[in-house]
């Protein structure tokens, strides 16, 4: 759908929970922003039936549902769409909640308590590519994972990273968008995206989600 002001194309959300007024309520959020709602479901496999009639770009995904989960929803989404944004929106901070999506391929997990502007800031850093992680769940991920380095960068997964590369996934591991990493390296924020894309192409890995955890896992996670 183009926007009226700016021309462009809308991103085309589906939003997934079995819960209505929570879906109206994140519909009413975003009628007021740049994206655009383009259907509803009340569980997984609705999701499932709905996502190559309505084309969304970005799915948002609850975890607790009847008939099926959000992570099952999650994991058959991305095998069969890999392009397809899967964001978890959920009230769910047990961490085999959260490690489970990221396996599943999620690309991105958020708590229901953030903002609405926060929320919007999410998804959209999510459709371009970014991690959105609550910081709560970030923590908790940089707890579990946590260790200390026992094998050379990529040599067990895929090949070698370069010095460059390293510093990119540490800084990615952070929570800081591709523009933060750039202004740090002093390079283009395209250089930055060009540096990820070759990271999951070595390491084998699907997502910005995914080779965080592989960083937070091999101990090159920095500090937030």
């Known amino acids: 759908m183009l926007d009226g002001e700016e021309g462009t194309l809308a991103m085309r959300v589906l939003i997934v929970d079995d819960h209505l007024m929570l879906r109206k ?11 655009e709602v383009v ?13 190559p009639k309505l084309k ?7 975890i607790n549902m009847p008939v099926m989960d959000g992570v099952e929803a999650t994991r058959r ?10 964001v978890i929106l ?14 599943a391929g999620a690309d991105g997990y958020l708590l229901k308590n953030l903002g609405p502007e926060e929320l919007v800031s999410s998804l959209r850093s999510a459709i371009a590519g970014e991690a959105p992680i609550s910081s709560v769940m970030a923590a908790k991920m940089l707890k579990e994972f946590r260790q200390p380095r026992t094998t050379a960068a990529g040599k067990e997964d895929g090949q070698p990273l370069s010095p460059r590369e390293i510093e990119v996934l540490r800084l990615a591991s952070t929570g800081l968008t591709y523009k933060e990493i750039a202004a740090k390296l002093y390079v283009a924020e395209s250089t930055v995206k060009n540096h990820m894309r070759h990271i999951l192409e070595k390491l084998h890995l699907r997502n910005r989600s995914e080779a965080v955890g592989y960083a937070i896992r091999e101990g090159l996670a920095g500090d937030p």
Not at 25 to 35: A, K, Q, R, T
Not at 39 to 51: C, I, K, S, Y
Not at 97 to 102: H, S, T, V
């Open 77 to 86: 989404l991305k095998a069969q769409y890999p392009d397809l944004k899967v």
């Open 90 to 103: 959920t009230v769910s901070e047990i961490d085999k909640d959260l490690f489970e999506a990221i396996k």
């Open 39 to 51: 259907g509803e479901a009340a569980n997984g496999q609705e999701a499932l039936d709905l996502v």
């Open 56 to 62: 969304p770009d970005l799915v948002l995904m609850d």
């Open 25 to 35: 309520g994140v519909l009413s959020i975003l009628s007021n922003s740049d994206l």
